[in-house]
Nanobody, 127 residues
Framework: QVRLVESGGGSVQAGGSLRLSCGVS????????MAWFRQVSGQERERVAR???????????AYDDSVKGRFTISRDAATNTLYLQMNDLGPDDTAMYYC?????????????????WGQGTQVTVSS
């Protein structure tokens, strides 16, 4: 059974940084994708960053335009933990952030829908 547990959210002033973590347990697939999504109450969930993994090795990444150059997705293979380093945060980054995972049948690409989700961690940025 796959389980994803996020941590690291909190309140920060504009211009500050946070690092989100997502602990992963259980087997997903030999080739899979992991991603960070965020959702503001009343709005659709949006993917902000994703990471392709093949045979346990990190592959390509992709970012939403709104976070390019400020957010970095990475994974520690030793602890099977996914990270999202968020720098230069602004009030528009305020949201609930979710970690997600899905097996991928593609080469260095990811499905649009994800099968496994964490419970979310709140990020609040004040101006």
């Amino acid at each position: 059974q796959v389980r994803l547990v996020e941590s690291g959210g909190g309140s920060v002033q504009a211009g500050g940084s946070l690092r989100l973590s997502c602990g992963v347990s259980g087997y997903i697939a030999s080739t899979y994708c992991m991603a960070w999504f965020r959702q503001v109450s009343g709005q659709e969930r949006e993917r902000v960053a994703r990471l392709y993994l093949r045979s346990g090795q990190s592959g390509g990444t992709a970012y939403d335009d709104s976070v390019k150059g400020r957010f970095t997705i990475s994974r520690d293979a030793a602890t099977n933990t996914l990270y999202l380093q968020m720098n230069d945060l602004g009030p528009d980054d305020t949201a609930m952030y979710y970690c997600a995972a899905v097996p991928s049948p593609f080469l260095n690409n990811c499905p649009n829908t994800y099968d496994y989700w964490g419970q979310g961690t709140q990020v609040t940025v004040s101006s």
